[in-house]
């Protein structure tokens, strides 16, 4: 009797203890899991030696660099920049993203938590962009949603200063779409990076059209697009090359 | 084409024939370097098979006695972790991701980096 009571103390006892381990697992095995990623995320992020390390011109390039003006940049911001998650207070997410978000965020107005994925190499990205180009972001996403995402990118670098939201942009056919004079009035010096056709429809010659940034996906599209903005900067008229582009024709029939 | 877009394009080809023969001679400053560190690496592997087949020591008595080796393994995983084993393939990935950003605008790039303007597809 009395081995049978000791047999049962240990097997309960070894069923806590299990059942604690197995607990305890469950709660660190995915945090652990989300802090190897994010580490895995900044190895592949920073690891490559991607774009020329330093700015060298030659005496031709330099030159030519004086005799032109300084560029504007026109960034997008959702689906190009970053992709956000909206998750409401109460509701049960679906389908949520199993990647380490960057930044999140809680939003009274819109009575949710938003989590922010930043696209890969946009950190080296808008290093490099910003010793070319002056940088001014056009969103067509409210202030209140737009302007801590752009703070946090920004990281008090101060070079995301120049921001324009939903209210600078114009309404056609229940679509939003930007005019880039407000972030520069001459044309000819202006660049709006974009994933969206019908947004950039305003300055069709004026556009990139870069490839919507889907959360989770191997991408290097705005390491891609680096040598093409290096180059750009030395045309005196950027439309000389972006009015080429074959994807806006449909809009210009 | 107007004087003016033919000015602009040259600007365009000059610093994009810049930036790819930069990205060539520093990869193949980095191949070097890889091909330098491997060779290395294999000749001091062969001395240190060669000791560990003649003693009954430990392999990490062995490492030590082979510093060569342990110097080269050391460096390589080094390398690795900084990431040279995309800068040796800096140049032609470099080549194509720009082919494939210039393709929308009617445009192509050769091994120089030089300019080729395609046709307008006609229907």
Redesign the interface.
């Known amino acids: 009797m009395q081995l049978k009571s000791e047999f049962l103390i240990i097997y309960v006892f070894g069923l806590a203890t299990m059942g604690l381990m197995m607990g305890i697992a469950c709660v660190v095995i995915p945090r652990l899991w989300f802090f190897l990623e994010k580490v895995y995320r900044v190895f592949v992020e920073y690891t490559p030696i991607i774009y020329l390390s330093e700015d060298r011109l030659s005496p031709v390039s330099k030159s030519r660099l004086s005799l032109v003006a300084r560029k504007t940049l026109v960034l997008d911001m959702d689906n190009t920049m970053i992709t956000s998650w909206f998750i409401k207070r109460g509701k049960k997410p679906k389908n949520i993203p199993r990647i380490a978000h960057d930044f999140k965020f809680y939003l009274p107005a819109y009575g949710a938590t938003i989590y922010v994925y930043k696209r890969p190499y946009l950190d080296h990205f808008l290093d490099r962009v910003s010793k070319w180009y002056d940088l001014t972001v056009f969103t067509s996403g409210a202030e209140i949603y737009a302007s801590p995402i752009l703070d946090f990118l920004d990281r008090g670098r101060g070079i995301l200063n120049s921001r324009l939201y939903r209210q600078h942009c114009i309404e056609q056919f229940g679509k939003w779409s930007k005019s880039v004079l407000l972030a520069c009035p001459d044309l000819s010096n202006v660049v709006l990076l974009d994933n969206s056709s019908t947004e950039c429809s305003f300055n069709a010659e004026n556009a990139i059209l870069i490839k919507s940034y889907e959360i989770g996906c191997r991408d290097e599209a705005l390491i891609n697009l680096l040598p093409f903005l290096d180059a750009l900067r030395f045309m005196k008229d950027v439309r000389s090359m972006l009015k080429r582009c074959t994807r806006f024709e449909s809009f210009a029939q | 084409m107007e004087d ?2 033919q ?3 040259l ?6 024939a ?3 023969n ?2 060539k001679r ?1 990869s193949l400053r980095w191949r070097f370097v890889l091909g330098a560190i491997f060779a290395c690496s294999a000749i001091s592997a062969c001395h240190w098979v060669r000791d560990a087949k003649e003693s009954e020591s430990v392999v990490f008595q062995i490492l030590s006695s082979q510093s060569a080796f342990a110097f080269s393994l050391a460096t390589i995983c080094l390398l690795i ?4 084993n ?2 040796t393939k ?1 140049d032609p990935s ?1 080549l194509r ?2 082919q ?3 393709s ?4 192509n790039i050769d091994n120089q980096g030089r300019l080729i303007l395609l046709p ?2 006609t229907e």
């Open positions: 003016t877009d000015e602009d394009l600007a365009f080809e000059r610093r994009l810049e930036v790819v930069t990205e520093s972790f900084y990431g040279f995309h800068a800096q470099i991701d720009t494939e950003m210039l929308p605008f009617r445009l307008r597809q």
